[in-house]
């Protein structure tokens, strides 16, 4: 009964707020929460640096994301969102700050992702994140300088 309550409050906002429900639900290492912000499809796809491979199908994302999060939480915050969104769709470009403790102490990383959500009749759901990391030297600032000409 849980998780449907939790889907219902996630799902029933934008993709702003499903993709904060997300981030909150990896820090918590909260598996269910982070679900319930994905599509219930088997045409679902996540790619995550560490691991490389493309993972396809919402069974397939859980069994990884509960062996990603078996340890405890990770601690990435989302930054610099890009955002391009439709009637039925929206896509956010996203930096992670992922905060990794070191033998030496702990380091920031920058991770590029890319959140794609779709309406469904059930709400918004997340439906492929694919997350890359930065190059050394990279944060994330670079914009395409357009000039600013009314039409």
């Known amino acids: 009964m849980k998780r449907a309550s939790t889907r219902a409050a996630v799902l029933a906002g934008s993709p702003d707020e499903v993709e904060a429900a997300f981030y ?8 269910d929460r982070l679900m319930a912000c994905w599509a219930d499809e088997e ?12 993972v396809v199908g919402v069974h397939a994302i859980r069994a990884m994301f509960m062996t990603m999060l078996e340890r405890g939480g990770l601690n990435v915050k989302p930054g610099e969102v890009v955002r391009l969104t439709g009637l039925t769709s ?22 590029h992702a890319t959140n794609v959500f779709q ?5 918004w759901r997340l439906v492929a994140h694919h997350a ?3 190059t050394p030297g990279d944060n994330g600032a670079q914009r395409e300088q357009r000039a600013h000409v009314l039409h």
């Open 24 to 31: 909150e639900a990896l820090q918590a290492a909260d598996v």
């Open 43 to 54: 045409e679902v796809v996540c790619v995550h640096p560490g691991g490389g491979a493309r």
């Open 90 to 111: 929206a896509v956010h470009s996203v930096i992670e700050h992922v905060v990794v403790n070191l033998p030496d102490g702990p380091r920031e990383a920058l991770v």
């Open 119 to 123: 309406k469904l009749p059930q709400g």
């Open 132 to 134: 890359s990391a930065a």
